[in-house]
């Protein structure tokens, strides 16, 4: 399995704090049957900036460190981007890149509130020939309350990805159900496990999809799949994807 | 670019209704030469923008150097019909000073498309401007044909300042969503501003409402036009009417 969401580069943003945590958090990963991992650290403008090429270079050091290690695990370059309106040029100027050099972005939005301007960005992005995956939707507050206002993602072809821990329910009852509720109505393209240590978020994946397929019956195989899309920069099928219709039935939430 | 259909299929009948449409604002006007046209409606999501397009595509593929502008400053979509970035446009020019060669998009050798731009907080102030104006008249002398997309006109005032400042305003209408009473009302707006209206669009006609039968026909005559006969089912199928007042 391949994990699309992971802080495990060392030191570089809130995730893993040093060498050891990594070396940790590749045997937990390991365990649960993972075989590559697309490193994703954060770019936040002002906070973390790591640009495409910071990533390379930390990731040749955890290379080696698996090696010593003896580790089956393929780490491969990613970032995970906080949309804003210096998101555009950025990608245009290299700092931002697609995954693996793809042009597959895994973005963010802010937790609590929607940019008014957040279609226009991914818009923009779009045309300037990206991809935007939409990173673990499920959490944010304005989709917990209102579903509805995932459509016009959908429209503008977004994909999805959804945290491991959401299903379990480490973020929370409401997070849990809206998880469950996009899978059910197809909008999931990946799980990732958006590991920031070896304790209390840390890199299992491998539950998340079997529980997925509860949810929708066919959905782990596409789930296990996209990710080797992604890593070879092709087009992912997005055809069992529904618009979100509140239901009229209170009990059949 | 769903939405582009002479780009797409040039030779369906939708195409043909359009380039009728484009025959009868020409004819429109015998003395005075109609070079800027705007686009608009009474209330929102009657097809202004499609409608806009196609009549662009329509004089560019005729060979006149068309300019397609997006005035709907409030809620912006050519960009999203020609599948383009609207990082800058029409608003960036207004307000930056910049070139229009600078902001607009060469779709091909005839057509150029300016989108909206930056939404500004003052859409009717910015159109109203003599800036505005200036910038319509200098566009006017280069371009044979300036189609000018707007907002609805019952909703804000835009498309009435945009109507008093071109030399004809076409009207959309669509089957099943507009009101009369709107319509009505949409046509004395801009009659108040004394807008030349060239006449009316009307869309999503359910064929077979209509007298004239010709869609199923039209391809009997198209030269090489696709074998295979489409059934009636061309709702969308504009038709014009020249109403003139």
Do not use: W
């Amino acid at each position: 399995m391949i994990d699309v969401h992971s802080h495990i580069l060392p030191g570089i943003d809130d995730g893993s704090k040093n060498l050891d945590v990594t070396a940790s958090m590749l045997k937990i990963a390991q365990d649960d049957g993972i075989d590559k991992i697309i490193v994703t650290p954060h770019y936040v403008t002002g906070i973390f900036e790591n640009s495409y090429d910071d990533v390379l270079k930390s990731l040749n050091n955890v290379n080696s460190l698996i090696q010593d290690k003896g580790l089956n695990i393929k780490l491969v370059p990613g970032q995970e981007i906080f949309l804003d309106r210096y998101t555009l040029d950025l990608y245009k100027d290299g700092i931002l890149r697609g995954i693996n050099g793809g042009s597959y972005l895994l973005c963010e939005l802010p937790m609590d509130k929607l940019p008014e301007d957040a279609m226009d960005m991914i818009y923009e992005l779009h045309v300037a020939g990206a991809r935007v995956i939409i990173a673990h939707p499920e959490r944010y507050m304005y989709f917990v309350n209102d579903l509805t206002l995932i459509n016009d993602f959908i429209k503008e072809e977004c994909y999805f990805q959804i945290n491991s821990g959401s299903i379990s329910g480490i973020f929370g009852h409401e997070v849990k159900k809206t998880a469950k509720l996009m899978i059910k109505n197809g909008i999931c393209d990946f799980i990732g496990t958006d590991a920031h240590n070896a304790d209390t978020r840390s890199p299992k994946i491998k539950n998340a999809i079997e529980k997925s397929e509860d949810y929708l019956k066919g959905i782990k195989d596409t789930l296990i799949k996209n990710p080797y899309f992604l890593l070879n920069n092709e087009e992912i099928n997005v055809k069992c994807r529904k618009l979100y219709k509140k239901s009229r039935l209170i009990f059949n939430k | 670019m769903s939405d582009l259909i002479l780009e797409k299929q040039p030779k369906s009948p939708i195409s043909e209704a359009y380039r009728t449409i484009r025959t009868n604002i020409d004819f429109s006007s015998i003395d005075k030469e109609i070079r800027t046209i705007l686009v608009t409606s009474s209330g929102p999501g009657e097809g202004k923008t499609t409608t806009a397009a196609n009549i662009a595509l329509t004089y560019a593929q005729a060979g006149k150097k068309t300019l397609l502008i997006d005035c709907d400053l409030r809620k912006p979509r050519i960009h999203k019909v020609f599948k383009i970035s609207n990082r800058i446009g029409f608003t960036n020019m207004m307000a930056d000073d910049m070139k229009l060669s600078e902001a607009a998009f060469l779709f091909n050798d005839t057509l150029q498309v300016l989108t909206a731009g930056t939404i500004p907080p003052n859409p009717s102030e910015m159109l109203s401007s003599n800036k505005m104006k200036t910038f319509l008249q200098a566009a006017a002398m280069v371009y044979d044909r300036i189609i000018i997309d707007s907002p609805p006109i019952n909703v804000v005032t835009d498309a009435q300042i945009l109507g008093a400042a071109t030399d004809g305003v076409i009207l959309v209408v669509s089957s099943e969503i507009t009101n009369i009473e709107g319509a009505i009302r949409a046509k004395e707006l801009l009659l108040k501003v004394k807008a030349n209206i060239l006449g009316v669009v009307l869309r999503r006609l359910k064929s077979g409402s209509g007298k004239y039968g010709y869609s199923s026909y039209y391809y009997y005559y198209a030269e090489d036009g696709e074998k295979k006969r489409r059934k009636k089912k061309n709702d969308r199928r504009p038709q014009s009417h020249s109403s003139r007042d």
